[in-house]
């Protein structure tokens, strides 16, 4: 029941009556966790889905303080150059140039590189490794002498003809 007051200080009697629910407000206290990565972490024959590195996360992100200290070094520490870009709950970290096959990458995302609406950073860094397929689609094909990916000819005992090894 709401009451009132008149010009006078008169409290009134009846008024009408309002209903009203309280709800506890949720502080969010949850920092965001990499659910998925792409390519897998630890993967060793690693293709890019559209030529980036995308990590998914548990819920939506921005940019932390941190967001420029995202590293991406090969398996010499040579610092890899490239772009970040974030929708949603993903992050996208495209290379500039295209990776090396058949070498080790690591990925490094500090704690507050990125964080959720609430402002909760990750719960510390965040590191993947991963290997570039040795070709093009993660395939191995065989190289046979000479660099062919078939079998060259072999001749065997002097005859002129050639003699393919089963």
Do not use: W
């Not at 990925?107 to 490794?129: F, H």
């Not at 397929?133 to 000479?146: E, K, L, N, S, V």
């Amino acid at each position: 029941t709401v009451q009132a007051l008149d010009a006078a200080g008169n409290e009134s009697t009846t008024g009408p009556s309002v209903g009203a629910t309280t709800k506890e407000a949720s502080l969010d206290n949850e920092p965001p966790e990499v659910r998925s990565t792409n390519p897998m972490n630890g993967s060793r024959a690693a293709t890019l889905s559209d030529n980036a590195i995308v990590l998914t996360f548990s819920e939506n992100i921005v940019e932390g303080y941190a967001y420029n200290q995202i590293i991406i070094t090969d398996a010499y520490n040579n610092i890899v150059e490239f772009t970040a870009n974030i929708n949603g709950n993903k992050l996208f970290l495209t290379p500039t140039s295209a990776l090396a096959l058949g070498t080790a990458y690591s990925v490094s995302i500090p704690d507050c590189a990125v964080q959720d609406a609430a402002g909760n950073g990750l719960d510390d860094t965040y590191n993947m490794t991963f290997t570039t397929a040795i070709i093009p689609g993660g395939h191995r094909t065989p190289i046979f002498p000479g660099g062919h990916s078939t079998p060259a000819p072999i001749f065997h005992g002097g005859h002129s003809s050639p003699f393919f090894p089963r």
